[in-house]
């Protein structure tokens, strides 16, 4: 049984179905309608700011994308395409691309030097609604708005209290981000769309310690660009402050004077989950090894989530895992 529907929790109950295994999904709320659609989707294996025990995870679950993206639209019969390829990101001086702006129109660099990086992105809401309906043309059992109350474990079953009736698992896997009873803390992020001017050229991603610019290329959403984000000890609070989307804006328009036009289209806000290392707890709770984790991915939810499906669906298989899972072990804390 898994708690939580995000895009953590959904990718895990379809590589579990694939392999055979009865799946029931528990949601407080609505599927896929808290963080999982609220992200940028850069799929960021080498963003300087993520830290370094995080990356063959990263690099794991990059492999395993289009195999995850493929399998998401056999079910739904929808395609995801990846929105872009290609990344600029801010760094040190020493490989830094001669004429970065050739490559986006109107780039100011000014004190960045830019690095030119094989990283893919997708749209998050695409991905979102095909996800949902992959899991719904299987034998899934998507539990929307119930509630995990209480759980009680023995040493071959879990029994858990719920809004609206007890149940009994095997195992409970905790997916359930900033909502989570484990050692996760929320960091509320701000962002915005605009629309991308047509004499505008961006095919990539533009990243920088401060902001940055996530074009979409193609599906429901192309033609936008997403900026971001901000990071805040907010708690639970998801209001967007005017202020903060006037900054990000700014600072975008800083570094892409071409955006100065652009037709703001709206913003919203989500939770990541953080942990304070930030890494993600995967693993057996301590002295609780019916009780599963997957939960802490922070800013790298939408790229972590095809490895995070893998390596827990090994865990609970007796394989062994693909990385070594110690450092994400909720023992460290």
């Not at 639209?73 to 001669?98: C, K, V, Y």
């Not at 902001?211 to 936008?224: D, E, Q, S």
Request: net charge negative; charged share 20%; with cysteine.
């Amino acid at each position: 049984m898994i708690a939580g529907a995000g895009i953590i929790g959904l990718s895990l109950a379809l590589e579990l179905d694939r392999r055979g295994a009865s799946v029931t999904v528990l949601d407080a709320g609505s599927a896929m309608r808290q963080t999982s659609s609220a992200a940028a989707g850069m799929l960021a294996v080498d963003d300087p700011a993520n830290p370094p025990g995080l990356l063959p995870l990263s690099r794991l679950s990059a492999s395993l994308y289009p195999a995850y993206l493929d399998r998401v639209a056999e079910l739904s019969g929808t395609h995801i395409p990846f929105q872009t390829t290609a990344t600029l990101e801010s760094g040190d001086a020493a490989n830094a691309l001669p004429h970065p702006r050739e490559l986006v129109t109107g780039l100011q660099s000014g004190e960045h030097h830019f690095h030119l990086l094989e990283e893919r992105s997708v749209d998050p809401r695409q991905l979102a609604d095909a996800l949902l309906a992959a899991v719904r043309a299987t034998r899934i059992d998507l539990r929307e708005h119930t509630a995990l109350k209480r759980l009680a474990a023995s040493s071959d079953s879990v029994r858990i209290e719920t809004s609206q009736e007890p149940l009994t698992a095997s195992y409970l896997i905790d997916c359930m981000g900033s909502w989570s009873p484990a050692p996760v803390a929320p960091r509320k992020g701000q962002m915005l769309a605009v629309a991308i001017p047509p004499e505008f050229d961006l095919a990539c991603v533009v990243r920088t310690p401060d902001i940055y610019i996530v074009p979409r290329t193609a599906g429901p959403n192309a033609g936008r660009a997403i900026l971001g984000a901000t990071i805040e000890d907010a708690g639970f609070d998801l209001t967007v402050h005017s202020l903060d989307i006037l900054t990000l804006n700014a600072k975008a328009v800083k570094l892409l004077p071409g955006l100065a036009q652009a037709e703001f289209l709206e913003s919203w806000s989500g939770l990541r989950p953080a942990t304070k290392d930030g890494l993600p707890i995967l693993g057996q709770a301590p002295r609780q090894p019916r009780y599963i984790l997957a939960t802490g991915h922070f800013r790298n939810g939408i790229l972590l989530a095809p490895a995070t499906a893998h390596v827990i669906a090994q865990l609970l298989t007796g394989e062994a895992a693909s990385v070594d899972l110690e450092p994400f072990s909720a023992e460290r804390f």
